[in-house]
């Protein structure tokens, strides 16, 4: 059967199979446009590593020290006698997601990267470690003199694109977004591809 969508199929954006998704497209775009950019480029896919799952730190209501005391000497030692534990099981929640994303390297200037391209995720668009994690990628690289290319291929959660969400909504009506915000010239401008489901991408 032929795929009925030219551009990105919806049922990709399940959040059961997206993980799979957004790795391999992340290397099919690196390697398609390898061969457009060398020699004197190179597209290296990278990874960023966070925690996904209750934010908590672990300070203990009682700690347990040992010391080291001679034979016969006396010490005044407390000694706290417990009941049998009940045993409970109580597994962990918190998971460690990684995200590919990819570096456009130039090598004629000390393997500087010149071009950061993001393939947004489900764990980007909505609250928690994701998007924190991602917020802090996006403005270490706008601060920097590299370009941003993000590439928003999910209809759900939070619009997370550099460019504001007002100056596009009210203008485009659009499934996907794709945004380049260049180093050269005003950060506050941007180039937009708005993509609706059925066009090609």
Sequence with gaps: ???????????????????????????????????????????????????????REIIPDVSLRREWRPVGESAGVAVLALDDPEVISAPETSIEVHESYINIIDRHSGEKVVTVIEVLSPGNKSAGPGRISYELKQKEVRESDAHLVEID???????MLAVPKWAVRNRFKYDYL????????????FEIYPRSLRSRL
Excluded: C, T
């Design 1 to 55: 059967m032929a795929m009925i969508f030219p551009g990105m199929d919806p049922y990709l954006e399940d959040p059961s199979l997206w993980p799979g998704v957004h790795s391999r497209l992340v290397v099919y775009i690196a390697d398609a446009l390898q061969s457009q950019i060398r020699p004197r480029y190179f597209a290296a896919v990278e990874e960023r590593v966070f925690v996904e799952g209750p934010d």
């Design 153 to 159: 291929l999910l209809r759900a959660g939070e619009h």
């Design 178 to 189: 794709i945004s380049v915000n260049r180093a050269k010239g005003n950060r506050a401008d």
